[in-house]
């Protein structure tokens, strides 16, 4: 084997490294250290519908406070309120 067929040989087996790392989603930070997970920009469906409960939930949570911090008599008009629509 002659010096530019192991040149070549050594890139074909780096790129074919790099393939199967970036397939499954083995990133190395600047310190040389390995993590093995997501890749950035690739949707993750279990990750959308937890952000999608968060926000739901903190929706729930701000109606909770807003009712914790009227007044007795604006909760009576909103319960008032609520009737009159059902």
């Known amino acids: ?26 990133v190395r930070t600047h310190k040389g250290e390995r993590f093995v997970g997501r890749l950035p920009g690739r949707s993750d469906p279990e990750a959308e519908r937890l952000q999608a409960e968060v926000k739901q939930l903190k929706a729930r949570v701000a109606v909770l406070e807003r009712l914790a911090t009227d ?11 609520l009737g009159r629509k059902d």
């Open 1 to 26: 084997m002659n010096p530019f067929e192991m040149v070549v040989a050594i890139v074909a087996i780096g790129a074919i490294a790099s393939v199967i790392r970036a397939r499954y989603g083995v």
């Open 71 to 81: 007044s007795s008599s604006a909760l009576d008009r909103e319960f008032e309120q």
